[in-house]
């Protein structure tokens, strides 16, 4: 069973399309979970992290359902910077990020 | 704004021969990683070094790898006898704390090929 699933996509939407992105994780013992964005070839580099009680940055917002072990990503008004991959991630007990292979967004004019 | 950096930004290398990638973290961090990327795969955590040890390691990190810290500010990683199937993006991390929430920060890596 994979630790973290994502959704590969890729999704394809206009600019500013809302588009929504979800994650599921294996281990319940899961401590911390994150959204970092990788654009092609590149490090990733942190979007935001996510709290039990939802968060939100700016046009982004996160959510965690500890219950069901899901995670999600809202982007509202897309911009064709965000063209990118999502990569959902997971800290279980010790010092390692679990990743998720990514959902690929692509933003068009 | 403070960064990871790490050279080289690609290294060729033959089977067998050994390569050392190098990484700075961010200054005041204590904590630091090195994870790696298969190309069209997904980033696999490979290590984490802490007070000038090893805390955790994956089963990817076998006995041709070695991570050091050899000064105050550079962290290495080391892979022995390249193979193959080591071809792949290394991305070095660091982080400030431990546990929840340990945000981590990643350099813009090294592309590994092994001819």
Redesign the interface.
């Known amino acids: 069973r994979k630790e973290v699933e994502q959704d590969p996509g890729p999704f394809n939407v206009p600019e500013g399309a809302t588009v929504a992105f979800n994650c599921t994780y294996s281990n319940s013992a899961s401590q911390s979970f994150f959204w970092y964005r990788q654009d092609c070839r590149k490090e990733p580099k942190l979007l935001m992290s996510v709290y039990s009680s939802g968060n939100e940055d700016g046009r982004f917002t996160a959510q965690l359902n500890r219950a069901s072990q899901y995670i999600s990503l809202l982007i509202r008004d897309s911009k064709l910077s965000d063209s990118a991959t999502y990569l959902c991630v997971v800290n279980q007990a010790g010092t390692a990020l679990i990743f998720g292979k990514g959902t690929t967004l692509s933003v068009s004019s | 704004e403070p960064e990871v950096t790490q050279t080289p930004s690609h290294q060729v290398t033959q089977m067998g021969q050994e390569v050392i990638l190098r990484c700075v973290p961010i200054s005041n961090h204590l904590?630091f990683?090195w994870?790696r990327q298969i190309l069209g795969?997904?980033?696999?955590?490979l290590v984490?070094f802490?007070n000038n040890e090893i805390?955790?390691k994956?089963e990817i990190f076998d006995d041709q790898f070695s991570v050091e810290r050899p000064d105050g500010s550079n962290f290495t990683l080391k892979i022995r006898s390249t193979k193959l199937e080591d071809s792949a993006?290394y991305?070095c991390a660091s982080s400030g704390v431990?546990?929840?929430?340990?945000?981590?920060?990643?350099?813009?890596?090294t592309r590994l090929t092994v001819l």
């Open positions: 904590y990683y994870y795969q997904k980033v696999e955590f984490s802490y805390s955790e994956s993006m991305f431990r546990g929840a929430y340990n945000e981590q920060f990643f350099g813009p890596g």
